[in-house]
């Protein structure tokens, strides 16, 4: 019989006393796993075989064997378990856990440290790094094994460690791990340099390698950031590419471009290239005064140097000046004091002239340009407007002249208050005038100098000087004193809504009124056979062909004259100038002139007027001829009688008028309102006249003269539509004359 036990405990047994062996085990997971191995034909190779052995499997067995007929013989045996390790675990040095094939990433020139560790494994397993063949590292019978790499190379990229787990009696168990290193960028190149005009586009193109990952790439001029939408990036391995393409302008001249690439991995560390803009455009051109160097310093005969300054590239090699408003080029003038030496004008000796607007251009291979106006304000002495002109004056002895003298100079702020002086040059002395006929205004004196009786044709020279803080008037103004003359008749009369306009002729020399006469035209008396001479109107020369005395006359300071004072009828207009010399020669004429005739009475106005229609033929009856004769025969005696008595009626009003002196500014013959006929007899041809007064009442009192006068086809009603006062003993007379006052105010309120 055969026993076997573990440690101090029976396990298992084999039974051979009763024929064939009988197997027995502990119950329990150990008893399942362990069976007896009897081999029949090689008894000595029997043996008890354990099943799936178990670290707690190890320990001292012993086997008893009992004989029928000998001692029982004990066996012990020393079972030694060897327990592999677990699968190698690789940490980092934060002891995170790197699961996969790939370890980072890291930074390079960071510290490396990884761990590979090997839990269990009895005996304790050897523990080691490996770079392809090379040991790196090597642990004893240890479960970890450290690998330290102090920097990180770039080449450290991409790189294959190996951790190996050999236990003994054991196969080794093996972990890869790939290096997964960002790298710095290690190049910057910038392109596309060289020259270009101003407003077209380039393209700079800026290469990198090296970088893992791709870079970042910023562009910066002058320190300012590009836009990234102007860019495109191209990335080719470890080479990226940024392209920026820049519309190129005058202000990028001599600016910086810069290409900075930088790993966001490495904040700190960035790599850049740069280039500088080379731009060509055309001149910016300035002018500037540099001496002296304060504008207020310009004074008459000192110096001024303008330079021209040109922003222009390549730098401008041509430099011209210009003067005035139409931009006049100035050349080299040595009489005058102008040199022009590359970008300067020199001006020497300044004078008035020279107070103008300045300007330059600069020229190179890119074109040229005008700069902006420089003024310059010469300080100067007074300098009369008229420059050397000798200005006349007409004067008569016994009378005096009035002038007036203008001076440029500068502004008193600038170049002080003028002053001024006259004198008058006689033909036998030189004598001020006194200051108390003198009057300053600004920039101009007028001068008021009396001429005495004694003078001779030659009346004489005033001069004007001026001065101010600069200095004296160089030249004086002169004027001349000549006799005057008479002036000459106005020309081009017309006569437009009755109004009469003429222009003016000179005046001699001196100021001028104007004097208008008008004449009413009456029937002309019949010449005889034997009349050989003309009677003549006034002392002018004026023929009186049936022209009444003047009935109108006026005066004004511009020949311009209302004639809506004259009654109806027809006149003719004597226009004269007039002044403390004279009266001209000859009056401007203008005959046969129409007011308010009967041609014009349907004309709206002052005095309306209404001609009735013929009246309408009577009807055709066996007795017609005979009813025909005695309205024409009534008529004509109605139409006498009416004329009659209107023309008495007038010519007592005449006879009863008291006489006055004939003043220049009135009416001296009423002929408002009535049409007055000069002859002792009235023509059947000549049409009544009626006046109806009043203001409401005009048109009924109208109508009443209409129904009155019907059998006579040729009456005219004339109504007076101005307001009348309500006495009614107030006479004819009184308002003729209250008309002629109001329209001879009218005319002067007009001409005003």
Not at 232 to 249: C, Q, Y
Not at 573 to 594: H, K, N, Q, W
Request: aromatic residues 8%.
């Amino acid at each position: 019989m055969i026993l076997f036990y573990y440690e101090c405990f029976f396990f298992f047994s084999v039974d051979f006393r009763n024929g064939p062996s009988v197997h027995w085990a502990t119950a329990g997971e150990f008893g399942a796993r362990t069976h007896f191995v009897l081999n029949e034909s090689d008894p000595s190779s029997a043996h008890l075989a354990v099943e799936k052995v178990v670290r707690y499997d190890e320990g001292i067995y012993r086997c008893r064997i009992d004989y029928v007929d000998s001692p029982t013989r004990n066996y012990r045996v020393n079972l030694t378990v060897i327990v592999p390790p677990e699968p190698p675990r690789l940490y980092d040095s934060e002891g995170r856990e790197i699961l996969g094939n790939f370890a980072g990433p890291f930074r390079e020139g960071q510290n490396l440290l990884l761990s590979c560790q090997a839990a269990g494994g009895k005996p304790p397993p050897d523990v080691s790094w490996y770079q392809g063949p090379d040991r790196l590292a090597f642990t004893r019978e240890g479960s970890v094994c450290q690998l330290h790499i102090p920097t990180l190379s770039r080449e450290m990229s991409g790189a294959k460690f190996q951790c190996r787990v050999e236990p003994p009696l054991l196969e080794p168990q093996f972990r890869d791990v790939t290096i997964k290193l960002f790298l710095k960028p290690q190049f910057v190149r910038v392109t596309g340099s060289g020259a270009t005009r101003a407003g077209q586009n380039r393209s700079f193109v800026c290469t990198t390698r090296g970088s893992k990952p791709a870079p970042n790439i910023d562009w910066f001029i002058n320190s300012r950031l590009v836009d990234s939408t102007m860019t495109e990036v191209e990335v080719d391995g470890d080479v990226t590419k940024s392209i920026l393409t820049w519309h190129v302008r005058r202000e990028d001249s001599g600016r910086q471009l810069v290409c900075r690439v930088s790993n966001p991995w490495f904040p700190a560390y960035t790599i850049e290239d740069s280039l500088m803009f080379e731009v060509m455009y055309p001149p910016v051109s300035q002018i500037s005064l540099i001496e002296p160097k304060e504008p207020r310093l310009l004074r008459e005969d000192e110096n001024a140097v303008l330079l021209c300054s040109a922003d222009a590239s390549p730098a401008a090699y041509n430099f011209t000046f210009y003067k005035g408003t139409e931009v006049y080029q100035i050349r080299d003038d040595p009489i005058a004091g102008i040199a022009v030496e590359g970008d300067r004008l020199m001006l020497r000796g300044l004078r008035r002239h020279h107070s103008t607007v300045y300007r330059c251009k600069a020229r190179n291979s890119e074109g040229s340009a005008l700069s902006d106006p420089l003024t310059l304000n010469v300080l100067t002495r007074p300098e009369c407007s008229a420059g050397s002109v000798v200005q006349q004056l007409a004067g008569a002895p016994g009378g005096e002249v009035r002038a007036r003298c203008s001076v440029n100079a500068p502004s008193s702020r600038d170049a002080g208050p003028l002053r001024f002086y006259w004198t008058y040059n006689g033909t036998k002395d030189v004598l001020p005038v006194p200051a108390s006929n003198v009057t300053v205004m600004g920039s101009s004196s007028t001068v008021i100098h009396g001429l005495h009786d004694d003078e001779d044709e030659d009346l004489g020279w005033l001069a004007c000087w001026a001065s101010n803080d600069i200095g004296n008037q160089r030249e004086p103004c002169l004027f001349r004193i000549m006799p005057a003359a008479l002036p000459e008749p106005p020309s081009n009369c017309e006569v437009t809504n009755e109004v009469l306009r003429c222009d003016a002729g000179h005046d001699g020399g001196l100021s001028q009124q104007f004097l208008l006469e008008a004449l009413e035209e009456v029937r002309p008396r019949q010449p005889t056979v034997d009349e050989n001479e003309i009677s003549t109107m006034n002392d002018q020369g004026i023929s009186g062909r049936g022209l009444s005395e003047a009935v109108y006359r006026y005066r004004n300071d511009k020949p311009q004259f209302s004639l809506d004072a004259l009654s109806p009828g027809r006149y003719t207009f004597l226009i004269y100038a007039e002044t403390p010399r004279g009266r001209s020669p000859r009056p401007a004429a203008l005959r046969s002139v129409s007011i308010r005739t009967v041609e014009d009475l349907d004309r709206p106005g002052s005095l309306q007027t209404m001609t009735p229609g013929p009246p309408s033929p009577p009807a055709q009856t066996d007795n017609s001829v005979a009813l025909l004769v005695g309205a024409a025969l009534s008529l004509v005696l109605l139409t006498i009688l009416t004329t009659l008595c209107v023309a008495l009626v007038v010519m007592c009003k005449k006879k009863n008028r008291p006489r006055r002196g004939a003043e220049p500014d009135t009416i001296s013959r009423r002929n408002i309102g009535v049409s007055m006929y000069g002859a002792s007899t009235i023509s059947p041809s000549i049409v009544p006249t009626v006046v109806v007064r009043g203001h409401r009442g005009s048109r009924v009192l109208a109508a009443r003269w209409s129904g009155v006068l019907d059998d006579a086809p040729l009456a005219v009603l004339a109504l007076d539509t101005r307001p009348h006062d309500s006495d009614s003993s107030r006479s004819d007379e009184d308002h003729h004359e209250t008309s002629l006052t109001r329209h001879i105010d009218d005319t002067s309120q007009i001409d005003t």
